[in-house]
């Protein structure tokens, strides 16, 4: 059983606050670099945030910048994504990633992600 599943979606206001999990199941997550994604109805998939297996490293797009922070707690094999001030722009099925290749770079990897979560809702709407 080699498995990320994501919880913690639903419905906020704008101007509110989710935070998203990312839990791994049959291997160790802090092996792995993890990036969240998120893809809106109609459009092309979108990179959020990652981190690298250590968490010493983050990266965020610029949409997010400042309102989103990614975190992980490799004891509980878990990786987080605290949204704060949510945009109706924001939502999106949001999806975790894993990779285990080693990446060096100034922004969050694009591709080689090895596992992938199934995705959870966010909508954000007044």
């Known amino acids: 059983q080699l498995q990320l599943v994501e919880s913690g979606g639903g419905l906020v206001q704008p101007g509110g606050s989710l935070r998203l999990s990312c839990a791994a199941s049959g291997f160790t997550l802090g092996d792995y670099m993890i990036g969240w994604f998120r893809q809106a109805p109609g459009k092309e998939r979108e990179g959020v945030s990652c981190i690298s297996s250590s968490g010493i490293w983050t990266n965020y797009a610029d949409s997010v910048k400042g309102r989103f922070t990614i975190s992980r707690d490799n004891a509980k094999n878990t990786v987080y994504l605290q949204m704060n001030s949510l945009k109706p722009d924001d939502t999106a099925v949001y999806y975790c990633?894993?990779?285990?290749?080693?990446?060096?770079?100034?922004?969050?990897?694009?591709?080689?992600?090895?596992?992938w979560g199934q995705g959870t809702q966010v909508t954000v709407s007044s």
């Open positions: 990633s894993a990779r285990r290749r080693i990446y060096i770079g100034l922004r969050c990897p694009n591709g080689e992600y090895d596992y």
